[in-house]
């Protein structure tokens, strides 16, 4: 594999041994397949290439101290993708298959895992694609479940440092009845502009507004949004977000911690009274607000005084990473050991 750079890596695609796969065909999912190649073949008019029927989750896998690999929360990545099957009609896979598929994938690839002290871990990208063809706007009738791992470092380059959020209120992701609780491909195929357009003016993410009244936060492009204040952590309460799993621990953490935690609806305005902010997610992790630029408006929220992450923010990430890293004892059993 040549040597790989472990504490510099970004997120990105980096070549794995094996990758995990199961076909549903004739009315079953059958056995879990190693495969050592990176293409897929399918029929030109599946209804993944067609219209969009397709999922995927993503997980991270850590190396700890004492040599262990452990998968953060990999039971919720499997409710979730049975949750994105319902919503666009996909042969649901049964968590103990995708259970056993994640830690195959991890077994067949431990090499990769980056070492303890790295910063760097194992990402985990399961998908699940309609392969059935149609031509009609149907759901298909065969499906193929791979899981693919890459090692990867930080989401946003400048890792646990603050950054700046754009609203862009031109752009919506998903729709209040739509997608945006599902972890379906169209939804970020839909953020693409967006997230073009603020990257190139230096913003780290798109920081959505609901798409109805365009009052209130949605979530930040691959990450869902919080913020502090007044000892309290406050989340959005929306129907087009997804559900993060990463947003989830972090309100069992901060209560733990002694916070109030509140998941409600938060208009924009409400920045200007935060503390503390961060974007939340699997490759985000916890990565600090520095500043959110409504664009359209002209109107600026400067969250982070000094440019530096804020003492809840840090106290958070420390303790989720720990968990995740086998540092601190798996009180909540959020941790399997491969
Ligand atoms: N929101 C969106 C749109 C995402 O793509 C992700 C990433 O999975 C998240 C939020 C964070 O979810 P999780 O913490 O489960 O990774
Ligand atoms: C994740 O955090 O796992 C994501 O899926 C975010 C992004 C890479 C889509």
Redesign the pocket.
Known sequence: MGSIDWSNLSFGYVKTDHNIRTYYRDGQWGDLEVSSSEQITMHMAATCLHYGQEAF???KAFMGKDGKIRIF?MR??AL?LQSSCKGILMQELPIEIFEEAVVKAVQANKRFVPPYGSGASLYIRPLLIGTGPQVGVKPADEFLFVIFVTPVGPYFKEGFQPTAYAILRDFD?AAPHGT?TI?TGG??AA?LVAGEIAHSKGYSAVLYLDAKEKKYID??????FFGIKDNTYITPFSES?????????LMVLAEEMGLKVERRKVLVEELSTFEEAGA?????VISPVLRVDDLDKGTSYIISKDGKPGAICTKLYKKLQAIQLGDEADSHQWVTIV
Request: aromatic residues 4%.
């Open positions: 989750e993503g997980l929360r919720e990545n979730r992701r945006g972890k939804n970020y953020s979530e930040c492009g691959p990450a869902n977000i997804l559900p993060s799993i990463t947003n989830k621990s939340c997610g699997t490759a985000a």
